[in-house]
């Protein structure tokens, strides 16, 4: 089984002046439950190369088991360090997509024409399509086969306004993603402020922010398996 992770390349917080990226916990969690499973990952960004990884989620309060087998890593470290081009990347050779969150998602992913068409794509082609807290960003432009957005009458989730004004970031982001699903027609849902959530509605999943990631990866290998 292979499964693709698609990582942001964006690394600027609006007009702060200040770092974002990817969240190292919403990467290595997924990661490392998937790869111990047996499952081959490749890793893509819209850039290729290194992704930027958002400097809070190396912070002391946000380690996990994950991040800590992360920091110790080498040889996954350098395989982050050469993601392949988004552009180059083509459906057929895997068997389903995850997408890590981090805010770096809302500026890039949301808006990327190949990652757009490589989403559609694993749908028409029956594969799963799986992101975690800001990455349920990326179905903000994707549509079904009948012009509708993807995410109409299905179960969905990802990071809520509550927790986006919990991290004051609220004015600085480009869109919220529960305003942005439920505008798309989508079911929102969402478990308690910074609890692990995630759903799964044929093949969507999601999950709510940096605590559901590992579980949203259950789903997906449940759903492999």
């Known amino acids: ?14 007009e702060t002046g200040e770092k974002t990226g990817f969240w190292i916990e919403e990467f ?4 490392y439950l998937l790869k111990d499973n047996g499952i ?9 190369g290194q992704p930027p990884i958002d400097p809070k989620s190396k912070e002391p309060d946000f380690q996990t088991a994950s991040t800590k087998r992360f920091n110790e890593d080498k040889e996954t470290k350098e395989i982050l360090s050469s ?12 068997d389903a997509v995850f997408y890590p969150g981090g805010h770096g998602p809302l500026w890039d992913l949301a808006e ?6 490589l ?11 799986a992101a975690v807290c800001h990455a349920p960003a990326i179905f903000k432009h994707t549509k079904n086969a009948d ?28 869109f919220l993603v529960e305003d942005m699903l439920k505008r798309n027609g989508g079911i929102y849902s969402k478990g ?20 559901s990631s590992e579980l949203a990866a259950e789903l997906l290998l449940k759903r492999l398996s």
Not at 28 to 31: D, F, V
Not at 40 to 48: D, E, H, N, Q
Not at 161 to 168: M, T, W
């Open 192 to 211: 308690d402020d910074w609890a692990s959530y995630a759903v799964e509605d044929g093949l969507l999943i999601t999950g709510q922010n940096p605590a």
């Open 40 to 48: 081959s990952i490749t890793l893509a960004s819209p850039k290729g």
């Open 112 to 117: 990327d024409k190949n990652s757009i068409a």
């Open 28 to 31: 290595a969690a997924p990661y």
């Open 119 to 129: 989403i559609e794509d694993f749908i028409k082609n029956n594969k799963p399509v």
């Open 83 to 94: 993601t392949v081009k988004l552009e180059t990347v083509n459906q057929a050779d895997y």
């Open 147 to 174: 012009g509708t957005p993807l995410v109409s009458g299905k179960k969905v989730t990802g990071f809520t306004n509550g927790e986006e004004e919990g991290v004051q970031l609220t004015d600085i982001v480009p």
């Open 1 to 14: 089984m292979k499964v693709l992770f698609v990582l942001t390349s964006h690394d600027k917080l609006g």
